[in-house]
């Protein structure tokens, strides 16, 4: 059986254990979307992660999402985030960047631009801005001709993390955002070739995903989805038959991972890991809910078939979380008020674990 501190090759990477970091937005960029010598910092101390997924970061200007969050589009967000996976690659780490278009969950106050999606369908609930929380406001609906600019973002963002000093990418397929718009029953009514039946929904995925894998290469690629999240109202219908048509589809390619979220029943995530035989890391908890990845839930799902696991509340306050896993260390709570306040506390000051005298 495996276990949580079991090696693993990852491709090209030979991962020390199967703990992974997952993506988490924590708005420390500065305003022109550069990391920061925190962020260097933050991501260092946690280095002894299997591998780390980074923060979102935005592949153009149409797909940032929130502001304070960094980018790969530019030459000085590019050298901004070498010191980063520098300090990641020194403490022996290694750090994949995750891919995110924010499609419609953004807003003008943030990036002076009308936001895009599938379709002229504003997303649930408020999104974040500069001027504070604002209604998402009513996207305007990409031309078809459009959509092959949108996808080849991504794989323009992966070639610039590979600068960067990223050992790959990650797309950010997962939890409403603008793959997971068009693969939504509710966010995608196109009635072209990129919406209307289940062939169309998941065509603009597959689309980003191999102009990704033509960029950088297979095995410096993954993706992380969310089946039947419908966060940010972007609803799917027909969840199993959905997606195991779109891991049919990336089949095709000799991916890095499959990042699954655990967001919809479990006997449907069994079955669409008979549809992926490659790698796969699972998120055993739903995003942002009550229940956290733990070390139970974690030896769950190595048991049901997952080669790795991502934790993403429980390294924001426990740097050193996979000493903690191993040797049944208290978990810190984190401060869900420093999330996304800025500056480093409730960034860099959680202590990693000291044995009393």
Do not use: C
Request: proline content about 8%; glycine content about 10%; cysteine-free.
């Amino acid at each position: 059986m495996n276990t949580l501190f079991d090696r693993y090759q990852l491709g090209d990477l030979a991962l020390p254990n199967r703990v992974v970091m997952a993506p988490m937005t924590r708005v420390r960029a500065t305003a022109d979307g550069r990391a920061t010598p925190s962020m260097a910092a933050y991501y260092a101390q946690r280095a002894t992660a299997g591998l780390i997924v980074s923060e979102g970061v935005q592949p153009n200007r149409i797909g940032q999402s929130n502001p304070g969050t960094p980018g790969l589009v530019t030459p000085e967000q590019v050298a901004a985030w070498r010191p980063v996976t520098d300090a990641v690659h020194v403490n022996g780490g290694r750090i994949f960047a995750q891919i995110m278009h924010g499609g419609r969950v953004s807003h003008p106050d943030t990036t002076g631009l009308q936001p895009v999606g599938p379709s002229a369908v504003p997303a649930t609930g408020d999104v974040f801005t500069p001027n504070g929380p604002r209604p998402a406001p009513v996207p305007r609906a990409l031309a078809t001709a459009e959509i092959p600019e949108q996808a080849r973002s991504y794989a323009d963002a992966a070639r610039l993390g590979v600068d960067a000093g990223f050992d790959g990418v990650e797309l950010h397929g997962a939890n409403g955002y603008l793959i997971g718009q068009f693969l939504s029953s509710s966010a995608n009514l196109r009635t072209d070739a990129y919406g209307a039946t289940i062939a169309g929904r998941i065509r603009f995925a597959v689309e980003a995903v191999e102009a990704t894998v033509d960029a950088i290469g297979a095995r410096r690629t993954g993706i992380r989805l969310s089946p039947g999240a419908g966060l940010w109202g972007a609803q799917e219908s027909d969840v199993p038959e959905l997606y195991t048509a779109l891991l049919a589809e990336l089949s095709r390619f000799d991916l890095a991972y499959i990042h699954l979220e655990a967001t919809t029943d479990t006997d449907t995530l069994l079955e669409l890991r008979k549809a992926w035989d490659g790698p796969l890391i699972v998120n055993p908890a739903f995003p942002m809910g009550p229940q956290r990845t733990d070390r139970s839930s974690a030896d769950h799902w190595l048991d049901l078939g997952a080669d790795l696991i991502s934790f993403g509340r429980a390294f924001i306050s426990n740097p050193d979380l996979v000493e903690r896993l191993r040797a049944q260390l208290p978990i810190v709570e984190d401060d869900q008020a420093t999330w996304y306040q800025g500056g480093d506390t409730g960034y860099l000051d959680y202590p990693a674990y000291r044995h009393a005298a």
